[in-house]
């Protein structure tokens, strides 16, 4: 069970050991207090309870579902399936996109006879979540973070991303013009939604959007949205990926305790003096973007490059972003036997993005 558990949150369980490791040069003290991003933990929170509460009454499969079937080759079926995750991920954040739409593209590729179109589906569905997620403070979680963190005004943020974001629909755009089209009969009945239900879930989805922009306190979506959710469907409650939100805590304690240590405070400000951009992708390739975010805040106050970076760095490895390991145990799960296929075009496709998208943004920034 323990192992089981490990296996299926790898980056918790780093994260947990990593603030156990700093737990001995830093002793608890009172100043742990001031480690945590209450607000932050608390939007996520609201967030993931609402859409989890959406997801069980089908809203986003029916939406999605009524948008691919108006469709009817696999070139325009994938790329709708892959803008549907993009402006998804705006939405519901990244990882709640691929948990959503991922099974749909299963769905309809595999009840069409189109499983080998499959591995290109699922990979730019998991970038198009990485990247369509970055233009809005929600869309990743360590977007929220430093948005929250750095206080940095929603007209600003909007402006430093969207150059990227831009540049990033135009790349999917063309790489899915590139799949063969070919005749697509989709299967399946229409999902009829609960109206009252719809509604309501609705009206809490803009209520946690609207603690996001900082326009009431987090706190009363700490009361409302659990209360609302505890009378109306206690399993969204139990379904929130509860697993983020500690490795969240976990790297604010790590994170913490590592700018306390003189030596490695001095070691990053200046590196990251160096190119906050660079550095901060460098490091997404090896501990995941959320965490890098959580950790390199502590070391500099240039918020524009370090939110391009760890946003952009979420492309690369298969740890270089939580949505990119999702991606991979859906995959997986349903093809063992191409694992090894897999992981080459997604290498490919990745890398791709990551040298094309920083080369962008040297250009645009005019320096690293």
Same mark, same amino acid.
């Given at each position: 069970?323990?192992?089981?558990?490990?296996?299926?949150?790898?980056?918790?369980?780093?994260?947990?050991?990593?603030?156990?490791?700093?737990?001995?040069?830093?002793?608890?003290?009172e100043e742990y207090l001031q480690y945590f991003d209450y607000k932050t933990l608390t939007c996520l929170f609201?967030?993931?309870?609402?859409?989890?509460?959406?997801?069980?009454?089908?809203?986003?499969?029916?939406?999605?579902?009524?948008?691919?079937?108006?469709?009817?080759?696999?070139?325009?079926?994938? $790329?709708?399936?892959?803008?549907?995750?993009?402006?998804?991920?705006?939405?519901?954040?990244?990882?709640?996109?691929?948990?959503?739409?991922?099974?749909?593209?299963?769905?309809?590729?595999?009840?069409?006879?189109?499983?080998?179109?499959?591995?290109?589906?699922?990979?730019?569905?998991?970038?198009?979540?990485?990247?369509?997620?970055?233009?809005?403070?929600?869309?990743?979680?360590?977007?929220?973070?430093?948005?929250?963190?750095?206080?940095?005004?929603?007209?600003?943020?909007?402006?430093?991303?969207?150059?990227?974001?831009?540049?990033?629909?135009?790349?999917?755009?063309?790489?899915? $013009?590139?799949?063969?089209?070919?005749?697509?009969?989709?299967?399946?009945?229409?999902?009829?939604?609960?109206?009252?239900?719809?509604?309501?879930?609705?009206?809490?989805?803009? $209520?946690?959007?609207?603690?996001?922009?900082?326009?009431?306190p987090f706190w009363v979506g700490l009361i409302v949205v659990p209360v609302v959710l505890f009378f109306a469907d206690r399993k969204a409650l139990?379904?929130?990926?509860?697993?983020?939100?500690?490795?969240?805590?976990?790297?604010?304690?790590?994170?913490?305790?590592?700018?306390?240590?003189?030596?490695?405070?001095?070691?990053?400000?200046?590196?990251?003096?160096?190119?906050?951009?660079?550095?901060?992708?460098?490091?997404?390739?090896?501990?995941?973007?959320?965490?890098?975010?959580?950790?390199?805040?502590?070391?500099?106050?240039?918020?524009?490059?370090?939110?391009?970076?760890?946003?952009?760095?979420?492309?690369?490895? $298969?740890?270089?972003?939580?949505?990119?390991?999702?991606?991979?145990?859906?995959?997986?799960?349903?093809?063992?036997?191409?694992?090894?296929?897999?992981?080459?075009?997604?290498?490919?496709?990745?890398?791709?993005?990551?040298?094309?998208?920083?080369?962008?943004?040297?250009?645009?920034?005019?320096?690293?």
């Amino acid at each position: 069970m323990i192992l089981r558990f490990i296996k299926k949150n790898v980056v918790l369980t780093v994260a947990f050991f990593a603030a156990l490791i700093t737990v001995f040069f830093v002793p608890p003290d009172e100043e742990y207090l001031q480690y945590f991003d209450y607000k932050t933990l608390t939007c996520l929170f609201c967030v993931l309870a609402v859409v989890c509460a959406l997801k069980n009454i089908n809203f986003f499969y029916e939406l999605a579902r009524r948008a691919v079937e108006q469709f009817k080759t696999t070139r325009v079926c994938i $790329l709708v399936l892959v803008y549907i995750t993009f402006l998804g991920s705006m939405l519901i954040a990244n990882d709640m996109a691929l948990l959503t739409f991922l099974p749909l593209g299963f769905l309809v590729l595999s009840t069409t006879s189109k499983k080998r179109y499959m591995a290109i589906c699922f990979i730019l569905q998991n970038i198009a979540a990485n990247l369509g997620g970055m233009v809005t403070p929600f869309g990743n979680p360590q977007n929220l973070y430093l948005y929250t963190k750095f206080n940095i005004p929603t007209g600003e943020f909007v402006s430093i991303m969207l150059p990227p974001f831009l540049i990033a629909i135009a790349l999917i755009t063309v790489c899915c $013009l590139f799949i063969k089209s070919e005749p697509l009969v989709m299967e399946g009945e229409p999902v009829h939604l609960d109206p009252r239900r719809t509604v309501l879930y609705l009206a809490l989805f803009a $209520l946690a959007i609207i603690i996001v922009f900082r326009v009431i306190p987090f706190w009363v979506g700490l009361i409302v949205v659990p209360v609302v959710l505890f009378f109306a469907d206690r399993k969204a409650l139990a379904m929130v990926d509860y697993p983020l939100l500690l490795t969240f805590v976990c790297f604010f304690v790590f994170s913490g305790n590592l700018a306390r240590i003189d030596a490695v405070q001095e070691f990053f400000s200046w590196l990251l003096s160096k190119s906050t951009l660079l550095v901060s992708e460098l490091c997404c390739q090896f501990i995941s973007n959320v965490p890098s975010s959580i950790l390199l805040s502590q070391f500099t106050d240039n918020y524009a490059d370090l939110l391009l970076g760890v946003n952009i760095g979420g492309c690369g490895t $298969l740890i270089a972003s939580l949505a990119s390991l999702i991606t991979f145990r859906e995959y997986t799960k349903d093809n063992p036997g191409h694992t090894g296929s897999y992981i080459r075009l997604f290498s490919i496709f990745n890398f791709g993005f990551l040298i094309v998208l920083t080369a962008a943004m040297i250009l645009i920034r005019g320096s690293l």
